[in-house]
């Protein structure tokens, strides 16, 4: 079953807990803890004493889009701590993860980030993260064209681990519906819609009730409604809902095509097999 990871991150270590116990009871499957937005010291035993969900725990840096501001040996001193109390993933950037042992039962998420392009070596990334010892190998970089989003989310396609493959932006938005298709074992959606954390990142209710996350898997076919912008439509939430009450493996997910792009669009994501399309206004 595809999961969910609903990323939480506040100020207050109350405003955290609230937060996750709340993401908790709205259905949940994972929590990613932000430690990076507390503006306190971080204090692991109590954010840790009471786990409503399983957790990833992470510290982003602010060179991948983080708010950490502190000494980069405390921050990974609280990853190490993390691991050492039993997280159940703790989230080691690729530079960092050769340093970091396997320790326990916590689970090791190696990451790429890129808030700035999709690199042309994308795939010898993938490759130097795959041989630091990880359960689940992720990528999330900055999308510029279909192309662009397309090349990101074929990495998934027989990785040697795990790949969450995530291209930001709302024209690479299609890739964090379609992830459990090619192997990824669960996806970012935001929680409060009063955070954005990363740009083209849903929410977790749409991923439940509009695109049934969790019931896609590598035999879901896909279609898509194209338009630019694209964020306005409603055909996803309802065609979605019309495959799930009769019982079709589809999904339906949104694609930005800029004006002019159409035949790229069909070539780009011929790989992906689209079954259909409808053209949305404007």
């Known amino acids: 079953m595809a999961v969910i990871c609903a990323t939480i991150g506040r100020g207050r270590h109350s405003s955290l807990l609230e937060e996750w116990q709340a993401a908790a009871a709205a259905g949940a499957d994972m929590v990613e803890l932000r430690i990076d937005c507390l503006r306190r010291e971080p204090e692991l035993k109590r954010i840790l004493k009471t786990r409503y969900t399983p957790v990833v725990f992470t510290v982003r840096r602010s ?26 993933y703790v989230d080691l950037e690729v530079d ?17 980030h890129n808030l700035k392009k999709a690199p042309d070596d994308l795939a010898e990334i993938v490759g130097k993260c795959n041989e630091c010892d990880p359960d689940v190998v992720k990528v999330a970089v900055a999308a510029k064209s279909i192309a662009d989003a397309s090349r990101v989310l074929k990495l998934g396609q027989g990785g040697k681990h795990p790949t969450i493959t995530i291209a930001m932006g709302e024209i690479g938005q299609f890739t964090r519906f379609l992830n459990p298709k090619y192997g990824g074992p669960f996806t970012y959606a935001g929680f409060n819609p009063e955070r954005v954390f990363a740009p083209g990142m849903p929410y977790l209710n749409a991923l439940k009730k509009d695109y049934f996350y969790d019931q896609i898997n590598a035999e879901t076919e896909v279609y898509g409604v194209l338009g630019d912008p694209i964020g306005h439509s409603l055909s996803p939430a309802i065609h979605n809902a019309a495959f799930r009450h009769l019982g079709l493996n589809k999904v339906l997910v949104p694609f930005q095509v800029p004006k002019g792009g159409l035949e790229g669009f069909f070539r780009d994501l011929a790989w992906v097999g689209i079954k259909g399309c409808s053209v949305t206004i404007p």
């Open 63 to 88: 060179v991948d889009g983080g708010l950490w501001r502190g000494d980069e040996e405390k921050r990974r001193q609280l990853l190490r701590e993390a691991i050492v109390m039993g997280v159940d």
């Open 96 to 112: 960092v993860a050769p340093e970091s042992r396997r320790f326990g039962p916590t689970k090791r998420l190696v990451s790429y």
